[in-house]
């Protein structure tokens, strides 16, 4: 008689956690890209940025239904990813003599030391904008709007907060690079004709929201945004 099906079980198993990582992973780079999107309107001036900040805002209970549907993916992402790292730990409990890193890259072999880099950075960067505690102040502008765009240019004038934020920017890029490859892999696409295709799929996302992301912090600190 064959054991019953559980779902409990299915979801905690290694093929599960890999499933519920690339799902929520795919969550995640949607968030990423509209999040650079977003942030890339400082370069449209104050106007529009304070604009679009009071939009969000203006979204109320769609806001929050967004924050904590992100959340709960967070926190799924980590624990599976977690669990998934204390099962391959155990599964090899002394290290090889000789390790020979075959058809794999840097960021691919430490995606545990970014995405704990990713992480710590979210928790600050939610303390700063979001939570409004780090080098923040209570403006607004001509059109009585708080005024986001000066708060976000006067931070990254700041050169600590600037090179903490590009370090996040690296970690993100490379945990990128890899983890969309993964995802593809995972949920079956990355076959046949396909593979080689989705294999660069990572890596360009990486490099397009490291830009992105990059560009903004480095234009207010070199005075090209005020």
């Excluded at 967070?74 to 977690?82: F, K, P, Q, R, Y």
């Excluded at 490859?181 to 076959?191: D, K, W, Y």
């Excluded at 799929?201 to 090209?224: D, E, M, N």
């Amino acid at each position: 008689m064959s054991a019953r099906f559980s779902p409990r079980h299915a979801l905690n198993s290694t093929v599960g956690l890999k499933v519920a990582m690339a799902v929520t992973g795919l969550g995640m780079v949607g968030f990423v890209l509209q999040h650079m999107a977003g942030h890339l309107q400082v370069f449209q001036g104050q106007d529009a940025y304070n604009d679009y900040a009071a939009f969000m805002q203006g979204l109320g209970g769609i806001k929050w239904g967004a924050r904590l549907g992100l959340l709960a993916i967070l926190v799924i992402h980590v624990v599976a990813a977690v669990k998934l790292t204390t099962r391959n730990v155990a599964a090899r409990p002394s290290r090889y003599e000789t390790l020979k890193a075959r058809a794999s890259t840097w960021y691919g072999r430490n995606m545990i030391l970014t995405g704990w880099v990713v992480l710590a950075f979210l928790l600050f960067h939610l303390a700063h904008f979001t939570g409004e505690v780090v080098a923040y102040e209570q403006l607004t502008d001509a059109m009585g709007r708080r005024d986001i765009y000066t708060n976000f240019v006067r931070s990254f004038q700041n050169p600590l907060i600037t090179a903490s934020y590009l370090l996040a920017v690296v970690a993100v890029s490379f945990h990128l690079a890899h983890a969309v490859g993964s995802m593809f892999r995972t949920l079956g696409l990355a076959t046949g004709r396909f593979k080689a295709p989705l294999y660069k799929v990572g890596p360009a996302i990486g490099l397009v929201t490291g830009l992105g992301f990059a560009a903004v912090p480095l234009a207010c600190l070199l005075g090209l945004v005020q």
